[in-house]
């Protein structure tokens, strides 16, 4: 038995010296690597590697584009939507297990134009922003806003996402011109051990609203697009403009049009390729009324009537690879006695020839003083899979009010839920 403890003795030495040799070796392996990282030359990882950057928002002007915040020129820039310079914000995601060091920008728009004259005394120029990273606030820095030249802030972060804030701004001379602009932005750093340098200067990929939204046209771009000459209506404001990503490749544009003084609305929707900026196939039009109308004969004594109507957008995933579009066009009119409205709902696939209309169901409601009606059916988001499901599910309600029947046991309101179904008949999904 004594024999044996020395052998186990000799044994735990052994073992204990093993394990201190591996430490020292991960110790000086990760002393090593960090010692060529540190030693690595710093290059800009928005255009050495694969990157992204997302911008709050963007300027209503189709020459100034959010892609500008990092195309290597002063001469552009991004600019935020119009009165919404503090609280803009850049995103940035760089690979991981890069090593950043420097943040470079410009606090305003840099260039002097021949004819606008100089960019960066009129427009508003950024004087301090908040530094996230990862999701969380690391420090607040004040930029000098007479330097229009790159200006570096020296950090050590991981690489991942990086968010710029601005929370103070000095205004620009010209006091309509209120957007937080970015000739250009640069984030310095070491790439991951093992990686290369692209051999070829690489363009970041540039998202509106979040890292992970779809490319998108803005609202300039697709009024560019639909809002032609041919269709001009005079006297006519934009009410309501939506820009929504179908793909990476198709944008739906729309834009609500009204004359001053009018109840009319015009409402223009239409599936726009990214690259090319051309309509596929032709817009969908839409008229709806907005606003107070005003006592007639038929009405005199009765209140004016109000219109309510409006047109709603969203998208429907249909599969794992096709996204369908749901138009819901929403009427509506009442007074201080009751009120009736309709809702017409038809689910668009979007495809290289357009908008095709492969469903469409009706919901209506009336509510008056003696009681009203309704009838409401709501789509059931599909389960996604590989292929277009071979149904679609509406969950239906309906309900029936009657506070005035001679019958007193028939009084009050009466509801009722369904299940309605739409089958797939090889073009579009139909009532069996």
């Known amino acids: 038995m004594q024999g044996h403890g020395g052998d186990l003795t000799r044994y735990h030495r052994v073992m204990e ?3 201190a040799v591996a430490i020292a070796v991960t110790t000086l392996a990760a002393m090593a690597s960090t010692a060529r990282a540190d030693n690595a030359p710093l290059v800009d990882l928005l255009t050495s590697a694969p990157s992204t950057i997302a911008v709050s928002s963007t300027v209503d002007n189709v020459k100034i584009r959010p ?23 850049v995103e940035v995601r760089v690979v991981a297990g890069a090593r950043i060091k420097q943040i470079k920008l410009t606090p305003g728009f840099s260039f002097v134009d021949k004819r606008l004259g100089d960019l960066f005394t009129q427009n508003a120029r950024i004087k301090k922003l908040r530094l996230f990273s990862g999701g969380r606030p690391i420090k607040d820095v004040t930029l000098d806003p007479s330097k229009r030249d790159l200006q570096t802030i020296d950090v050590d972060l991981a690489g ?13 001379s010209r006091k309509t011109w209120r957007e937080a602009c970015i000739s250009e932005l640069q984030v310095w750093g070491t790439l991951p051990i093992g990686t290369a340098v692209a051999a070829k200067r690489l363009k970041p990929a540039v998202r509106l609203g979040s890292l992970d939204a779809l490319p998108v046209l803005s609202k300039a771009e697709c009024r560019t697009v639909m809002l032609t000459p041919g269709n001009k209506i005079s006297g006519a404001t934009i009410t309501v403009d ?9 944008t739906i544009c729309r834009f609500d049009r009204q004359a001053a003084g009018s109840l009319g609305v015009t409402v223009d929707i239409a599936a726009v390729d990214r690259r090319t900026r051309k309509l596929l196939g032709t817009a969908l039009t839409e008229t709806i009324e907005h606003g107070e109308e005003p ?4 009405t005199q004594g009765m209140g004016p009537t109000e219109h309510t109507d409006r047109v709603e957008l969203r998208t429907v995933p249909l599969s794992s690879t096709e996204v369908a579009l749901l138009v819901e066009v929403v009427t509506g009119q009442g007074a201080w006695f009751g009120g009736v409205g309709a809702t017409q709902a038809t689910l668009y696939r979007v495809s290289s020839i357009g908008l095709e209309d492969i469903a469409s169901w009706t919901s209506s409601h009336d ?8 009838d409401d059916c709501e789509l059931v988001a599909p389960t996604v899979g590989a292929k277009r499901p071979a149904r679609l599910e509406l969950s239906c309600h309906s309900t029936n009010q009657d506070w005035h029947n001679d019958d007193h046991q028939k009084r009050g309101m009466n509801d009722q839920d369904r299940t309605e179904y739409l089958k797939w008949n090889g073009s579009r999904f139909a009532t069996p």
Do not use: C, F, M
């Open 160 to 172: 991942g996402d990086l968010r710029l804030e601005v929370i103070a701004a000095e205004p620009g």
């Open 242 to 250: 939506e820009q929504i990503a179908i793909s990476k490749d198709v």
């Open 295 to 298: 006592e007639t004969g038929a």
């Open 67 to 89: 892609e500008h915040i990092a195309d290597g020129t002063l001469d552009t820039a991004w600019n935020s939507a119009t009165g919404q310079i503090i609280g803009a914000w």
């Open 17 to 19: 010296k093993l394990v």
């Open 367 to 374: 509510n008056n003083l003696e009681g009203g009606s309704s």
